[in-house]
Structures are given as C-alpha cells and as structure tokens.
C-alpha cells in the first residue's frame, strides 16, 4: 500500500473514531510500532488460528455462532481470514478498546432507536409512496435489462453496463437433462422378491446411481446446500448386512453428482475460460467413470458380479472422484475463479507431497486449468495484448487514458495506473513474478504504440511442479522486453540530450540565456498578471535562445512559457499540506492576489511519446517548482546588482549626504552575500551533486522503471536539498527575498528623488536613516531566524547534513552569531543600569 493511501486511510479512522490527534502523529506511531514488532510478526498459521479462535470464544456469550461463521468462512477459502481473527483477538485483550466500541455501538444504537421514534403514523403515507417509487422504479430497471433494445434510446452512460453476459444455463431450463438425479424415482420395492435378487435389484440400483439415475430401493435426498454432498435413503426393508455394503459403496455416487453439479455449471461462460476448463477436464474424469460403469454392468449382465465384487472394484475409483469432488466443492463455494481457482490446485499439490497418485491427479486437472490462463499469460508478456473478457488475468486494464489520445498526452497516470496488478487474482506459483509479468506487457505495449518491431522467441508456458519452465520463459520475456525498450529510450529518443536540455533551462545551466533572457524582459516581468501579454514573453524567449549559447540545443524549440496561478509558497504549501493536519491550515490562507509576472513565471517544456513517460507531468512540475525558486533568486540578485550600479551616483554627493548611504551600501552587500550564498547552495552544493550522481546511475539502469526511480529520486533529492518541502525554512527565505526587494526599491526611489539641499536641512535624512535601520533590523532578524531554523532542522537527524556547508558560509566568521550575543549582552547591560 502507498504511503499517501495508507495515510488516507490513518485519516478516515480518526476522523470516524473521533480522535483529536493529528493522523499524521498517529501514522507516524504505526509505522515504528510496526518496524519494532517486524520481527515477532504474526504468522497466520493454522495452530496459530486455531489457538486464538480458541481464546475468542472463550469469552463469548454464543461461541457457537462464532464458530459456525468462522468454519463457514474457512471452507470458502476466504482471503486474510488469518489476519482478520488476529484482529479481533487483539480487541479482545484491549480492556479500553473493548469499552470504546461499546459505548460506540450503544451510542449508534440510540441514534438509530431516536431516528425510529421520530416515524409517526402521520409519516406512514410518506414512507408508502417513497417504498413504491422505488420498486417502481427496480421494476422498470429490471426489465430494461431483460430487453436490451427498450434502452436503445436512453442515456446509457446512466445505466450499469454488465462487463459480463449471463447466460441462462441449459440444466435451468431444462432440468430433465441434467445428469445429476433429474429423473424420479424408477420402480418401489416388493416385499416378496428373494434376498438373492434384492442384491441383483440394489446391484442395479447402485450401477444407477453412480452414473446420476434414481434406484427402486435407493433413492437421492433433496440436496440441503448446492455444493454439499449428495445423501441418499436405501429402503428400510432391505437386509441389514446388504445395507452396510451399499452404504460403503453410496460415497462414490455422492462425488460423482458434486463434479456433475460442478460441470454443468462452470462450464457457463460467465465463471471464466479457467472454471471451463476444469469442468472440461472433470468431464472427461466423469467419462472414463461412466466406461467403467459400463464395464461394471457387462460383468453384470454376465452374472459375474456381486456385492463384494462391486465394492472391491469401486475401491479403485473412490479416492479419484474424491479428490475431485473436494477440489470441486472447495472452488464453488469460495466462488473462485481464474487465479484463484489455480491458487487453490497448487495447494492441493503441495499438500499431496508423498501420495504419487493423488498427487498426479492434481497436477492433471491443474494442467488443464491452466492453459487458457496461460494462453493469456503468453499474450500479455510476449505481444503486451490482455485477453480477458470474465476479469481472471492478474493484470487489469483501467483505461485511465482514452487510446485516441495516448500519442499525445501521457502522463504518470498511463504508467502508474493504467495496468494494475490485481493481487488477488495472482495463482500462488506466480507471485514471485508478477511484478516482471507486468513490466513485461507494459514495455511491449508502450514499444508497440511506437510502432517498433519486437521480435523474441516465444516459449509455449505450460504449468509443470518444477517452476524452472515457466519462470525461466516469464524472465526471458521481461529481459527481452525491458531491453528493447531501454535501447528505444536512451538510444533512439535520446533520452539523456533532452535531460540535458531540461536542465539548461529549468535548472539555470545556460546562464548566459538566462541574463539575456531577464534583462529582455524586465519591464514584463515587474507587470501585473493582468497586464502581461504571453505571446510578448514568448517572443522575448525566442530572441533569448538565438542570442545564447542555447542556440546548438538542437531541442530548444520545445521550451515553453508558463504563467501560473499561484505563487511558490502558496503551491508548496498546497502540495505539502494535503492529507496532514495542516490541510485545514491551507484552506484558512489567503492566497495572494494581484501577483506580478516574476511570481508566477515558469518554463514549461513539450515531450513527446515515450519520453513521456519519464518526463511527465508530475516530473515537469518538481522542475517548475525548483526553476521559480531559482529564477526568483537570480532575479532578487540582478535587482541588488542594480542597486550597486546606482548607488555610483552618490559618489558625486557632497561628503556628509554620501556618508547618510553607508549603512545602505553596508546593508546592500550583506543581502548580496546572502542571496548569492543561497544560490551557490542550490546550483553548486545540490543540483550539480546530484545531477552527477544521477548520470551515474543513469548508465547502469536495465529498465524503463529504474530510469523512473532514479529520476524521482533526484528530483525528491533537489526539492529537499533546496529546502523547497520544508515549509517554515521556505516561508523564511521568501520573506529574505521580499525584504531584499522591497529594500531595492526603496533605494533605487531614493536616489532618483534625491536632493542635496534636503538631506542639509535635515527634512529627509532622519526617515531615510530611520527606513534604513529598519531595513537592517527586519533582514538581520529573519536571517539570523533561517540560520536557527536550519540547526534545529539538523539536531536529530543527519538527513539534511547539506545544509551545513550553506549555515557556515552565511554565518562566516560567525558574524551573525557573534551580533546576537553582542546584541543580547548590551540588552542586559541596558535593563540592569
């Protein structure tokens, strides 16, 4: 289970128990009891079942409604049953567990028991026409399905499409021709015919009755449960030591009308291709026992065979039919089907370890069973094409993306949810390989859509005790499939030019096209949302890319420009935010209106298929979010650049109005130090590190799914590394950032503005030292508020041990520190004078 879905489900429980801890605590406190517990790890082992089943209802007032329930649930083979009576076992050892879910419970009782009260008989004519409005409206429903062209002219999109026809079973409408006991009775008994000829009037009946036909002195009972056993009543008359024969010989006849029942009803196109074949297979068992009936009565007729003689000789088919009619009522009443249904078989084998025939038995009707899910298991894996109408694959088509629009827009979702795995149709002796199986298919597929050849030996996959058959052709075809996608990626698409290309831009490796670019578009950049043209950006990129060195990015011309909705934070905290305790948090924010250009400015970048694939929308975004936060800083650097370039105009100032600007100069270099510091952090210490590291791993990757994770690692690495997922670091940066520009303005003002003669008079020079202390004091404080934030980020852990090297050069020589203490210390000295 993914984190994001096992938090969601953290979140559901706490809100519907009332809890008042955040579910992120409380995930959190799950995730380390289970990693300390991993050891003693419950095992749901039948003695470890069977103990604590034993342990549950000694506490119970009606232990025998539990257990009934509990076998009912066994012999249906139910998933996590295991799992489930560990569950309730330890609800029953929590005392205080125990009294929150009663007074729970009695609560919703109340709640239910007012909702009743409140009903009138005032209410009664209400409650009647609701109950036939809606049985109207079953009914209606009810017989559009039986008639699918009274629909024809409805909305269908409204209606439930069955994924699978039912088909009415032949044994329904006629039930006179089934095989299992559908004649009536054939004769009664007569008290006067000899014991002689009783035996050849029960050997008779037996001969019947093993083949599905009623007997004169052996009748079947009306069947209690479908898939139970079939029991028969021998006629009280007949003699006691007969009676005992025929009750030994009558199981065979019960086994037989099982698989008979079985057969005539999996064989409907609705259980699947894999129930059909086994009833096939369990016919041809039913056919060989029909001959040797048939063999039975030829000695018969020849007055060869009695009572003993048809006991000894049924001996040889008994154990057989029994196997089968086991595996047959097993798999009816678990309702299995496809995968499961093989799970099932596999275990009977294994469990028959020892017993050569019965083992082989097993493996025969397995083999069977298998071979149209095999069938599907070679398309998948050698063509990437799913043949599965009744839903028994193990890999599952969700059709997240219409295939008319597949060339053009791929996202994470094609590759992430488009084919899942469904676990539990996976047959046990293929759970080692199903991640392979479903990598295998989705390269072809993805191959295929590229219209490139794939050529492979195909390998027929039977089902055989040694797995080494069928493992080894599945790892073949994976190998196969994972590589000709990998050459058609790296090699024809080029996959680590275009990396490259995204990193020129989205990462600020072409500098040189991003001064041109920034200085072309000053003016743009300082608009209004509002009041910005994109096709003007647009224009100014263009002009960038043929001005720069990018000009030889022979994939230049698929860089775009973006104009989002929201500023950085805001996003972050959006993306962050989701799922935890600080949604709440999130939704009370005010966003930001009236955004200029430069907060919501990004590249955006066009890839084509299978490129997609990884640089997908997900990916393009992690990119985005690094490139506004770098753009940003770059931009706040030139804006403090610029300053630097005016404040030359003081030097024509006479000396005491050009000594007013020295705090501003002084202030001026420490928010270049630090934003250029902050920079050499993200490009040099982060970004260039891990781009290194990824190339690395970049060359040693054997499939499509490593690319990805190497690639998601190193974005996750960079949005770390940058501090962009920390959320209280990022809102401080940002306020470093706002200061330094509101600072450049108020500057660049002023010296446009400035007169001599005022500063002399003394009108002005008190509020511009005044603004410019205030300046000081404001960045001072939340730098030495970041520089704080970062040690405590770093006392626990070693995970964020990058951002030392950023804490040193900003606090160089322990300037910042040292003013905190000398700072701290005449603040003392003051309050004790």
């Known amino acids: 289970m993914s984190e994001f879905a096992l938090q969601h489900l953290v979140s559901e429980l706490v809100e519907i128990l009332g809890g008042k801890h955040p579910p992120d605590k409380v995930l959190e406190i799950l995730q380390k009891s289970i990693s300390k517990n991993t050891e003693n790890a419950y095992t749901s082992s039948q003695i470890a079942v069977q103990t604590q089943v034993q342990q549950i209802v000694e506490n119970l007032e009606d232990p025998q409604l539990f257990l009934s329930m509990f076998e ?66 079953s009914s209606k429903f009810e017989g559009q399905s039986q008639n699918p062209s009274s629909i024809s002219g409805l909305n269908t999109s409204t209606l439930p499409v069955a994924s699978t026809p039912t088909v009415v079973s032949w044994v329904q409408r006629r039930p006179n021709m089934s095989w299992d006991f559908s004649c009536t009775n054939l004769g009664s008994y007569n008290a006067t015919v000899p014991v002689i000829s009783q035996e050849n009037i029960l050997i008779d009946d037996l001969l019947n009755i093993m083949i599905g036909l009623p007997g004169c ?124 249904v093989l799970s099932l078989l596999h275990d009977r084998i294994t469990s028959f370890i020892g ?50 629009e597949m060339p053009l827009d791929y996202s994470s979702d094609y590759w992430d949810k488009k084919y899942a795995i469904r676990r539990e149709r996976i047959p046990k002796f293929l759970e080692p390989m199903a991640d392979k199986i479903l990598k295998a298919g989705k390269y072809l597929n993805v191959i295929r859509q590229c219209g490139k050849p794939h050529k492979t030996k195909i390998i027929k996959i039977q089902y055989k005790i040694e797995e080494k058959h069928y493992i080894e052709a599945i790892e073949k075809a994976y190998v196969s499939a994972s590589q000709t996608l990998l050459d058609l990626v790296i090699k024809e698409k080029d996959l680590i030019g275009r990396l490259k290309s995204v990193k020129n831009y989205f990462l600020l490796e072409k500098g040189d096209f991003i001064i041109t670019f920034l200085n072309l578009t000053e003016k743009e950049m300082s608009k209004t949302m509002g009041n910005v043209i994109q096709g003007r950006l647009e224009a100014l990129m263009d002009l960038s890319l043929r001005l720069s060195s990018a000009i030889n990015d022979p994939y230049k011309d698929d860089l775009q420009t973006d104009l989002l909705q929201h500023g950085l934070q805001f996003q972050m905290f959006k993306i962050l935010s989701i799922q935890t305790s600080a949604e709440q948090e999130y939704r009370s924010i005010q966003e930001q209106k009236n955004l200029l250009v430069i907060e919501t400015f990004a590249f955006s970048y066009k890839v084509h298929w299978p490129l997609s694939l990884i640089l997908n929308k997900k990916s393009l975004m992690c990119y985005q979010m690094i490139f506004r936060h770098l753009f940003y800083c770059k931009h706040v650097d030139r804006m403090i650049c610029q300053v630097w370039r005016a404040n030359k105009v003081a030097k024509k100032f006479p000396f005491e109005d050009a000594q007013q600007y020295r705090a501003a100069f002084a202030l001026r270099q420490k928010m270049l130090h630090c934003v250029q510091n902050l920079e050499y952090h993200m490009m040099v210490e982060v970004i260039e590190p891990h781009w290194c590291s990824f190339m690395q791993k970049i060359a040693k990757v054997n499939n499509v799914d490593e690319i990805l994770f190497c690639h998601s690692d190193f974005l996750d690495s960079c949005l770390k ?83 030392f090297n950023l804490l040193y050069r900003m606090d160089f020589n322990a300037y910042y520190s040292s003013h905190r203490i000398v700072n701290g210390f005449s603040h003392i000295k003051e309050s004790s004078g």
């Open 217 to 340: 002195y052996i009748e079947p009972e009306e069947l209690k449960d479908p898939y139970g056993p079939r029991t028969f009543k021998i006629n009280d008359n007949v003699p006691l030591h007969l009676k005992e024969l025929v009750k030994q010989i009558l199981p065979i006849a019960s086994h037989y009308s099982i698989i008979q029942r079985f057969i005539e009803e999996k064989m409907r196109f609705e259980f699947g291709q894999v129930n059909n074949a086994l009833a096939e297979k369990m016919a041809a068992i039913i056919k060989e026992h029909t001959l040797f009936v048939v063999q039975l009565e030829s000695e018969y007729r020849a007055e060869n065979l009695d009572l003993q003689k048809l006991w000894f000789f049924v001996q040889r088919n008994m154990q057989t039919l029994a196997v089968t009619a086991n595996i047959a009522s097993t798999i009816s009443k678990s309702d299995a089907v496809g995968g499961k």
């Open 72 to 137: 009912d649930l066994k012999q249906k083979n139910v998933d996590n049953l295991g799992p489930f009576v560990n569950l309730i076992h330890l609800f029953l050892q929590d005392p205080k567990l125990k009294v929150f879910l009663h007074k729970k419970s009695s609560s919703k009782q109340e709640s239910c028991s007012n909702v009743k009260a409140t009903i009138t008989k005032d209410d009664l004519p209400q409650v009647r026409s609701r109950l036939k409005n809606a049985i109207t409206k």
């Open 355 to 404: 017993d050569d025939k019965t083992q082989n038995l097993c493996v025969c009707l397995m083999e069977a069973a298998c071979v149209p899910y095999m069938k599907m298991l070679s398309m998948w894996i050698y063509h990437g094409i799913i043949t599965d109408p009744i839903k028994e694959f193990l890999i599952e088509d969700n059709e997240v993306v219409q295939k008319e």
């Open 721 to 803: 590394d940058c501090m962009l997922t920390i959320p209280h670091i990022l809102a401080t940066i940002i306020k470093i950032l706002s200061i330094c520009v509101e600072f450049c303005k108020f500057i660049q003002t002023d010296l446009v503005f400035h007169h001599p003669s005022q500063i002399a008079s003394g009108q002005s020079a008190p509020s511009f030292k005044e603004k410019i202390s205030e300046f000081d004091a404001e960045f001072t404080s939340a730098l030495l508020s970041l520089l704080d934030q970062i040690n405590e980020l770093n006392k626990d852990t070693r995970e964020h041990d990058r951002l």
